[in-house]
């Protein structure tokens, strides 16, 4: 059956009516947004990415100032969870990098230059802290000591390795204890006690975890030091 010129502009206004009714349904007002968005690819509102603050290297919330190296300190959760080091954006120390291991681990970087020189850990429980002691002594004058610890950092500690600690800035090390948490950064040939040290006591009465402190977490900027003379 065929439309009569009236019945067929009829017809046509109908379907042009009900094509914008729909149109309007799935593109308009705020129940089309998400709708606009999925064909668009553009979101009028900021994502939470973009609302969230920057972060700068190894995650500070600042950036470090010409010659100063950027780092992170996290030492161990308990005896489950491995401690990091990250410097300038590269992570030295964690368990993703499959270096670490109860006790202490140590990074040593050019103080100079920023490169990385050594990481090493030592087991400070059943460990034999003459191997912390040979890897100490020899570290040259302007060398940056990284200290992040795991489980127990003290147990094997003797006077001449707390002193070594002391010498590169440590005021903790005197006091550290069986379990305690600890995170520092000193120099060989440092003038002054370092300011980049924390320690968290071992105490049944305040442990985060049932025989262990909270980890600790530390950051900052260390300036880089002038090329040694001679």
């Not at 390795?161 to 305690?180: I, M, N, P």
């Amino acid at each position: 059956m065929r439309l009569t010129g009236p019945l067929r502009a009829v017809a046509v206004l109908l379907l042009v009516g009900l094509t914008w009714l729909l149109a309007n349904t799935l593109f308009g007002g705020e129940s089309g947004s998400s709708v606009r968005h999925f064909f668009s690819g553009a979101s009028e509102e900021p994502t939470p990415a973009e609302s969230r603050p920057r972060k700068y290297k190894c995650g500070l919330s600042a950036p470090c100032p010409p010659k100063h190296l950027a780092f992170r300190l996290v030492s161990g959760a308990a005896n489950v969870i491995g401690p990091k080091i990250c410097l300038e954006d590269k992570m030295l120390v964690s368990s993703v990098k499959n270096n670490v291991g109860r006790g202490l681990n140590i990074a040593l970087v050019n103080g100079v230059t920023g490169e990385l020189l050594d990481t090493k850990n030592f087991d400070m429980w059943a460990g034999d802290v003459s191997d912390l002691l040979k890897f100490l002594r020899p570290i040259h004058e302007g060398t940056l000591v990284f200290v992040a610890s795991y489980d127990d950092p003290a147990t094997k500690m003797n006077d001449e390795s707390r002193r070594l600690f002391e010498e590169l800035g440590s005021t903790a090390v005197k006091e550290l204890a069986f379990r305690d948490s600890w995170v520092f950064v000193g120099a060989k040939g440092i003038e002054n006690k370092s300011p980049f040290e924390q320690r968290m006591k071992n105490s049944k009465s305040s442990n985060k975890y049932e025989g262990w402190p909270e980890s600790l977490e530390m950051d900052g900027c260390i300036p880089l030091r002038a090329p040694l003379e001679g």
